[in-house]
DNA sequence: GACCTGCTGCGGGTTG
């Protein structure tokens, strides 16, 4: 395996020997031989700076040296700014070999794209959605442009896995295949990837039919050490002059925190994040002192965000970021010395990934949470007397900290949006071609095998209705007027959508705006600008929701993030709670690291854990509210709230527990007993009550069957909802009978 | 107090 390097080109050989390295990396060396093979997938998994790219490019760059013609490399990317770190990284090395590399994205410079359809050859380097433009604008090239296609390589591939836009990248390489007559012969993919959990499932994500094996390569555990720390702060219930506020007190902790270093400061909201980097530079400013915090979102103007990126990648003046997960994946900005959570982050995935970013030259990962929960009154809600975001942030760390697991992608999905989309992609394309044709393509052997055939019948039969396509009387598909209209747009490439921003609207009064990719149910309770509401209507074609009042206590702080939140989490705040312990159990010693606050604040939910008897029973009566406190995943608390709904309550979730007001608890557990004996109640049941179901891009043209079908996969899980019912009910059967014995 | 990603071809103007 030391030798491995030997079997690349000798120019190759060379450039790593003027880089200084002294040997290749772990990864790098295990990587030679089955990209050399062409005959393998590879999954090649390790964390940011581990030198992934080199692993892939060397060997794959060594087999196409002495390629005259045609491009050999096609590199996919979720990220233009990825694509240029590309471009850069990669030039000593293709100037060595005198390789043609093209970054290839709606901003690269027309001249270089012009020289590549003159004389294809080398590495493109390109968007997915600019492979679908030359896919349908100029297959004929493509074909003949990516005939002696040797390698595809997909960076940052997790952030594909599980979404639409992943599902749009396997069908752009099926079909790439399919083009190139390559269905038998595939070309070989190469996954770059995040050291992320279970890696085992990852191949069936990167070819969903399995014509190729996969062989993975991983970073044997790295030996860099995790320091972490979880603070606490106290937001004052009434605000007295002069005082002190949380955010405040977040905002000098920061500034002492990272004056003076590089750093990164999740801050999760865009507001949010612009509100914490002008405290901060602020007090620079009164400091007089140079500022260097600055914030980094999608909102932001391009040219500040490359401003920010390049200060933070040339590592020469103090640098902090606060941001959003626009600095999560990964931009080269170089190791920075810790990384700052700032509220409960929602995902394990997303916080490995974050952490990533910290550690330099080998040194500890740093990851503080800054963590604010309510001072508590009598009419506090029970999610903040049960300190609930602490208690997630503190769950999350034992999740990162004590496994290898994270979240898996739903693959329950269906993705009828984006098979839509590529229909009319392949209509495109071929100007013509067969509904069995695409059937074959598509479903079969293409990335939407969970479509059954009568789905996709009903599918085209609809979109014929509606104009996209039209059957000519030879059998093939056209497209229709409408069909025209959408792909001959720019904006047809892409398959996500910006989501829509629906109104909220009290009387004649508007409140604010609120995007509609969660559940909106009429009846359902909502908190929205601090206080609680319930929904009266959703009118999908003025997109108001109409709200009234609610009474009831005071609405939580903290109301989950907006992003689901997994079973595994719950279950490990339910288990931290149990024990009233949330410490790290590191051989004989249990691992504090919570600051006294945190201590603090994390007793009281405790200590209202127990006092309530929550170890032993789901339910609740709180007041005139009925609660239960299912502890499972959004996807369950969604179900059972909406199937509370469906019988008649006002039922609302809030960090995954479930208040009813003005209702009796046993009325509420009435209901569910009906739940759990009726089978009748199905997911599609409970899709039709939604108003609003065109979530996705293409939505609005699905036929109502299949929309309600995808929605309801998609929101949903009746099957783990009943089971779990059962088991809540059979515990209190139990409880019930220890009482009396 | 909810996150992020991407996108063509062409016409008209200016500059070297």
Redesign the pocket.
Same mark, same amino acid.
């Given at each position: 395996m030391i030798d491995a390097h030997e079997r690349l080109d000798f120019r190759i050989q060379q450039w790593i020997f003027k880089q200084g390295w002294d040997r290749l990396r772990e990864i790098q060396c295990l990587a030679i031989d089955p990209i050399l093979s062409g005959k393998t997938d590879v999954l090649i998994s390790a964390s940011t700076a581990a030198g992934k790219t080199e692993a892939f490019f060397l060997p794959a760059i060594s087999s196409i040296a002495d390629q005259v013609s045609g491009v050999g490399i096609l590199y996919i990317s $979720? %990220?233009?700014?990825l694509i240029n770190d590309q471009d850069r990284r990669l030039e000593s090395l293709s100037d060595l070999l005198d390789i043609q590399v093209t970054p290839w #994205? *709606?901003?690269s410079p027309q001249g270089r794209k012009n020289k590549l359809k003159r004389n294809p050859s080398g590495i493109i380097l @390109?968007?997915p !959605? =600019?492979l679908e =433009?030359l896919l349908i604008?100029?297959s004929g090239w493509v074909k003949s442009a990516f005939q002696n296609l040797k390698h595809i390589v997909i960076d940052e591939f997790h952030a594909f896995i599980g979404?639409e +836009?992943g599902h749009h990248l396997l069908s752009l390489l099926h079909r790439l295949e399919h083009l190139l007559g390559r269905v038998n012969a595939p070309i070989p993919r190469t996954a770059l990837s995040a050291t992320l959990g279970d890696l085992e499932s990852v191949p069936a994500s990167l070819r969903p039919n399995k014509s190729l094996s996969c062989k993975i390569i991983k970073q044997t555990q790295s030996s860099s050490t995790l320091k972490m720390q979880v603070k606490g702060y106290i937001e004052s219930a009434v605000v007295i002059d002069e005082a002190v506020t949380a !955010?405040q007190s977040v905002c000098n902790d920061l500034y002492g925190l990272c004056r003076g270093g590089n750093h990164l400061v999740f801050a999760?909201? +865009?507001? +949010?994040t612009e /509100?914490i980097a002008t405290t901060l530079a602020e007090m620079c400013e009164s400091n007089t002192v140079p500022n260097e915090f600055f914030p980094h #979102?999608? /909102?932001l103007a391009k040219e500040m965000r490359e401003t920010l990126e390049a200060r933070l990648q040339q590592d020469q003046m103090p640098t902090t970021a606060v941001c959003?997960?626009?600095l999560e994946l990964g931009i080269d900005i170089g190791k920075v010395n810790s990384v700052v959570q700032v509220t409960a982050p929602h995902s394990i995935a997303s916080l490995r990934q974050r952490m990533g970013r910290s550690g330099r030259r080998g040194g500890a990962s740093i990851l503080r949470m800054l963590i604010t929960e309510a001072d508590l009154t009598e009419k506090s809600s029970i999610v903040d007397k049960l300190r609930l975001e602490l208690v997630q942030s503190l769950a999350m760390i034992r999740l990162l900290v004590a496994s290898k697991w994270y979240e898996p992608a739903d693959t329950s999905l269906y993705h009828f949006s984006t098979l839509l989309h590529q229909v009319l992609a392949l209509i495109a394309q071929w100007g013509g071609i067969r509904a069995d044709q695409i059937y074959v393509l598509l479903c079969k052997d293409g990335p939407f095998q969970q479509v059954t055939v009568t789905h996709f019948k009903d599918l085209l039969s609809h979109m014929g209705k509606v104009d996209l396509i039209t059957q000519l009387g030879s059998g093939e598909l056209v497209l229709g007027f409408m069909g025209e209209k959408i792909t001959n747009h720019?904006? &047809?490439?892409?398959v &996500?959508?910006? $989501?829509e921003e629906f109104r909220i609207v009290t009387g004649s009064k508007t409140l604010g705006t %609120?995007?509609v990719?969660?559940l909106i149910l009429e009846g359902q309770h @909502?908190? &929205?600008? *601090?206080k609680r509401w319930v929904v009266e209507l959703v009118d999908t074609d003025k997109k108001v929701i109409s709200v009234q009042h609610a009474k009831g206590g005071k $609405?939580p702080k903290f109301?989950g993030? *907006?992003?689901a939140v997994h079973d595994v989490v719950r279950q490990e705040m339910l288990k931290i709670l149990k024990e009233g312990d949330y410490r790290v159990q590191v051989g004989e010693q249990r691992i504090e690291f919570g600051d006294a606050v945190a201590q603090a604040l994390f007793k009281e939910g405790a200590d209202f854990f127990k006092t309530a008897k929550l170890e032993s029973t789901h339910f609740l009566q709180y007041g005139n509210t009925a609660v239960v406190l299912p502890w499972a995943g959004d996807k369950v608390v969604n179900t059972l709230v909406a199937v509370l709904i469906h019988k008649g309550f006002g039922a609302g979730a809030f960090a995954g527990i479930i208040e009813v007001e003005n209702t009796l608890i046993d009325d509420v557990i009435g209901a569910l007993k009906s739940f759990r004996d009726d089978q009748t109640i199905s997911a599609i049941d409970l899709a039709d009550a939604i108003a609003e179901k065109a979530i996705d891009k293409f939505d609005e043209y699905l036929p109502q069957e299949i929309l309600v079908k995808g929605y309801a996969a998609r929101a949903f899980d009746v099957e783990k909802a009943r089971a779990l019912v059962k088991e809540l009910l059979m515990a209190r059967f139990k409880q019930a009978k220890e009482v009396k014995l």
């Open positions: $979720p %990220l233009k700014a #994205h *709606g901003d @390109i968007t !959605e =600019s =433009s604008r100029d979404t +836009r !955010e999760n909201s +865009r507001s +949010r /509100s #979102h999608g /909102s959003t997960m626009t720019y904006t &047809f490439y892409a &996500f959508k910006t $989501p %609120l995007p990719d969660s @909502i908190v &929205f600008a *601090g $609405p109301g993030s *907006g992003m």
